[in-house]
């Protein structure tokens, strides 16, 4: 067990607080998430590094593991089909989001919460759940949540009243534009913001762009995995600017960081990489 000294400090507004239902996913599905694959499985690791708890506190953290532990919710609503099946105008998919009250439900339950995870030892990993064991503890955590939060009649209504263009399993041109918007084709919010508000405009509109509403999830789920693939093939300085750029800053900051005569440079490779971008789309 931990001594005294090592025990973890937990701030109450920190994203740390989501940690447990990271833990909590099958090895399965953290390999989706790029962002949840760098942590260790280890909380004492986690907030003795700095780095790791810049990337626990990031919005892509946020997004990564709202999205993971949905996939694991949405099937035990007792809705047919899948996930997948479904765009995120269905009401179902929107609860399965409700990522307090899973966290909640997993305490109560389990007694599975920080507390108890901070008294592991800190040389000590935790071991990734097998599936079966996270859908059978997922199906008891959604039973009482649905319970808890009086969400039943959300879902008999769904039942009763599908929408053909939403609910069916078949493909519709509703279910098409809306993953085109999640998987951030036509996207402007999340790690793969748009280039177009990068490279044209002022720095007001970019900054204005990236404050768009985090809440909105089918706008700002972030795939990081395609954008890491794509920053990869990116030399190393139109790497760096895009970094910088998404990171927030402006393009004299870039310029003046990266030894640019002026922003006018910068402005020219932000445009550079956008070409790059629209043939790496379309490959």
């Known amino acids: 067990?931990?001594?005294?000294?090592?025990?973890?400090?937990?701030?109450?507004?920190?994203?740390?607080?989501?940690?447990?239902?990271?833990?909590?996913?099958?090895?399965?599905?953290?390999?989706?998430?790029?962002?949840?694959?760098?942590?260790?499985?280890?909380?004492?690791?986690?907030?003795?590094?700095?780095?790791?708890?810049?990337?626990?506190?990031?919005?892509?953290?946020?997004?990564?593991?709202?999205?993971?532990?949905?996939?694991?919710?949405?099937?035990?609503?007792?809705?047919?089909?899948?996930?997948e099946d479904y765009s995120g105008y269905c009401p179902i998919w929107q609860l399965s989001y409700l990522l307090n009250v899973w966290l909640e439900c997993a305490d109560v339950i389990f007694k599975w919460n920080l507390e108890i995870l901070s008294q592991a030892s800190s040389v000590m990993d935790i071991p990734y759940f097998l599936p079966v064991h996270s859908c059978n503890a997922m199906y008891r955590i959604v039973k009482l949540g649905v319970e808890k939060y009086n969400l039943q009649p959300i879902i008999n209504t769904v039942r009763r009243?599908?929408?053909?263009?939403?609910?069916?399993?078949?493909?519709?041109?509703?279910?098409?534009?809306?993953?085109r918007k999640w998987y951030h084709t036509r996207t402007k919010i999340g790690t793969m913001i748009s280039l177009d508000e990068c490279t044209h405009g002022s720095d007001d509109d970019y900054y204005s762009t990236i404050a768009a509403d985090p809440h909105?999830?089918?706008?700002?789920?972030?795939?990081?995995?395609?954008?890491?693939?794509?920053?990869?093939?990116?030399?190393?300085?139109?790497?760096?600017?895009?970094?910088?750029?998404?990171?927030?800053?402006?393009?004299?900051?870039?310029?003046?960081r990266l030894g640019y005569k002026n922003h006018s440079g910068v402005v020219k490779r932000m445009q550079a990489i956008k070409k790059e971008l629209l043939k790496y789309q379309s490959a």
């Open 161 to 179: 009243m599908p929408c053909e263009e939403d609910f069916e399993i078949r493909q519709s041109r509703v279910k098409i534009d809306f993953y």
């Open 1 to 83: 067990m931990s001594s005294p000294q090592e025990c973890v400090v937990i701030p109450g507004s920190s994203n740390l607080r989501y940690l447990p239902l990271m833990f909590f996913l099958p090895e399965d599905v953290i390999n989706i998430c790029p962002t949840l694959r760098k942590l260790p499985r280890n909380l004492f690791k986690i907030t003795r590094s700095m780095e790791m708890l810049t990337i626990v506190n990031s919005i892509q953290f946020l997004y990564a593991i709202l999205y993971a532990v949905a996939i694991l919710v949405f099937p035990h609503f007792g809705i047919r089909g899948w996930k």
């Open 216 to 256: 909105d999830m089918t706008e700002s789920i972030a795939l990081e995995d395609f954008y890491d693939r794509f920053k990869k093939q990116l030399p190393d300085r139109d790497r760096k600017i895009l970094e910088m750029r998404i990171d927030g800053m402006n393009f004299e900051e870039i310029a003046k």
